[in-house]
């Protein structure tokens, strides 16, 4: 088992910066790939970036040039730096641990980002 605790999510005013961390109980980065994804009420859960085991990110198209992901190995701790946040960036930020080899997935409980005058 795998527990991912979310945090740094609040309410920024547009063109704000915001960075998101997700802490994994153990240290799972060598192995899994990390990811954000994020959900407004009655829709689906959306891939927002994505950083592979060695290293490698995927961004969804809406955000990149404007968010990073990056991780810590040492502290066993997956950023997202959010920067130039429009209000269409508003929703729940979610941190996801997948091993595709073993088809195990796990999710943090989520953290609230409102952007917003």
């Known amino acids: 088992q795998v527990q991912l605790v979310e945090s740094g999510g609040g309410l920024v005013q547009p063109g704000g910066s915001l960075r998101l961390s997700c802490a994994a109980s153990r240290s799972i980065f060598s192995t899994y790939t990390m990811g954000w994804y994020r959900q407004t009420p009655g829709k689906q859960r959306d891939l927002v970036a994505t950083?592979?085991?060695?290293?490698?990110?995927k961004y969804a198209d809406s955000v990149k040039g404007r968010f990073t992901i990056s991780k810590d190995n040492a502290k066993n701790t997956v950023y997202l730096q959010m920067n130039s946040l429009k209000s269409e960036d508003t929703a729940v930020y979610y941190c996801n641990a997948v091993l595709h080899l073993l088809k195990l997935e796990y999710w943090g409980q989520g953290t609230q980002v409102t952007v917003s005058s």
């Open positions: 950083i592979t085991s060695g290293g490698s990110t």
